[in-house]
């Protein structure tokens, strides 16, 4: 679930603040050195066997079935254009709860959970783009406290976020091509400059965690983009004539409109190999996926969004070793079915396919018990699809009030999709 919409300004950044460039700073020191010391091997991994790609749990060399939660904490923020925005604040200092977190990760594995899903806020003077430099020691302070309380508790975590940390050795990169021929969300996925400085930010985060020596065996997996997607009003998806050459050295006509689906479906491809390369060079063991909501067709969906995207490319051309789709169940909306045809998953074996975000709205369902109903058939739906795990939209947070949370009502989803009520989450 996207909290701001990405919008045009002066540096690519979500939320409609503008952002001008930033005076020329020295490099952070990680963003140019690669640790020299060998990485823990990550606990889980993917293989795929009889065909069939599934996680599974290098040390035991059993099946690894994903089952969780999304662990969320927002809170008022200010960007760097001074502006007060309600941001992702899991891990932001000043924001940051060690004994809520230890509370809430004991409870997940008591369940029966394994995995956890987590936003990197990277957008605000108090998040991971804290220093000007590059990442800010103290917001990783606090993501290494989380990993170490994950671990204890035999918790897997996803690292996602929503954009590129807004410091100046990442929005200096994406500047080269900024903002006439590349804009917006287009400017960070499509152009070689954003690819590089997306890989550049993903490698020196991984790397501050390898230096901290922090337990990688705990990371889950690095998820490119919570839901990642191209701005159809922007440079250069909003042109009708001219030319753009992308990073991977391929050119295409505006003018023409085949070349303007495959401008969609080649940059994802090359963002999602760049990107992954980049956090395999400095931790060889890392899985990394990538998110998405659902394409618009065929069947129709979020009409007049100009955020486009077309999953086929992911799931069956790029080397992302999993795909996290979301899918939210809403009287009057998609089917489950229909979702899966938007997406295009056409029965997809070799690659793991997460649910990583499903969760019920209050507008919806008259209590928690109808939505727990709901969201327990979705769950064993899915399952004919080919879904391979599961992570509820939140564990704790009901945003304002808009929707249900595991533990709403003293936790009555939580009491039909904890793993220890149903150890299969397919019956």
């Given at each position: 679930m996207l909290l701001?919409?990405?919008?045009?300004?002066?540096?690519?950044?979500?939320?409609?603040?503008?952002?001008p460039l930033a005076p020329t700073l020295p490099q952070s020191p990680n963003s140019t050195s690669v640790s020299k010391q060998p990485p823990p091997e990550h606990r889980i991994g993917v293989r795929v066997v009889n065909g069939v790609g599934e996680f599974y749990d290098r040390v035991a060399g059993e099946k690894f079935v994903p089952r969780g939660a999304n662990y969320v904490a927002l809170g008022l923020q200010k960007n760097r254009a001074g502006e007060e925005v309600l941001a992702h604040a899991t891990f932001s200092p000043g924001f940051y709860d060690h004994a809520a977190a230890e509370q809430a990760l004991q409870k997940m594995h008591a369940d029966g959970y394994n995995v956890v899903r987590v936003f990197l806020e990277t957008t605000t003077t108090t998040s991971i783009s804290g220093s000007?430099?590059?990442?800010?020691?103290?917001?990783?302070d606090n993501v290494e406290n989380f990993l170490?309380?994950?671990?204890?508790?035999?918790?897997?975590?996803i690292f996602v976020t929503d954009w590129i940390a807004d410091s100046a050795p990442y929005n200096e990169i994406v500047a080269r091509e900024c903002c006439e021929m590349f804009n917006s969300s287009n400017a960070v996925h499509l152009s070689a400059s954003g690819v590089e400085a997306s890989g550049l930010f993903y490698?020196?985060?991984?790397?501050e965690l390898i230096e901290r020596n922090a337990p990688l065996a705990?990371?889950?997996s690095f998820n490119l983009s919570n839901e990642l997607a191209f701005d159809a009003n922007?440079?250069?998806l909003s042109w009708d004539s001219g030319s753009v050459t992308l990073g991977n050295g391929q050119t295409y006509d505006m003018s023409v409109p085949e070349d303007k689906k495959r401008i969609i479906d080649d940059g994802l491809v090359y963002y999602i190999e760049q990107v992954r390369l980049a956090i395999l060079e400095v931790d060889s063991t890392s899985i990394v996926g990538v998110g998405f909501f659902a394409p618009q067709g065929p069947n129709p969906h979020r009409i007049g969004d100009t955020r486009v995207i077309r999953t086929?490319?992911?799931?069956?051309?790029s080397q992302a070793d999993y795909i996290d789709l979301h899918a939210y169940p809403y009287p009057g909306d998609l089917t489950l079915a229909q979702s899966v045809e938007n997406y295009e998953i056409n029965g997809m074996q070799e690659k793991p396919i997460m649910m990583g975000e499903f969760g019920a709205f209050k507008a919806a369902y008259p209590n928690s018990q109808a939505a727990a109903l709901a969201l327990q058939a979705w769950q064993i739906e899915s399952c004919q699809y080919g879904f391979d795990g599961w992570l509820l939209w939140t564990w704790d947070n009901e945003f304002s009030g808009e929707l249900y949370s595991a533990l709403t009502d003293g936790g009555a989803i939580n009491g039909v999709l904890a793993p220890v009520i149903r150890p299969d989450p397919c019956q």
């Open positions: 701001t919409s990405t919008v045009s300004c002066n540096l690519p950044l979500p939320g409609g603040a503008s952002n000007p430099n590059g990442l800010s020691s103290a917001y990783i170490e309380v994950a671990d204890a508790n035999k918790i897997h975590v490698r020196d985060f991984v790397s705990a990371v889950f922007e440079p250069p086929y490319p992911a799931i069956w051309e």
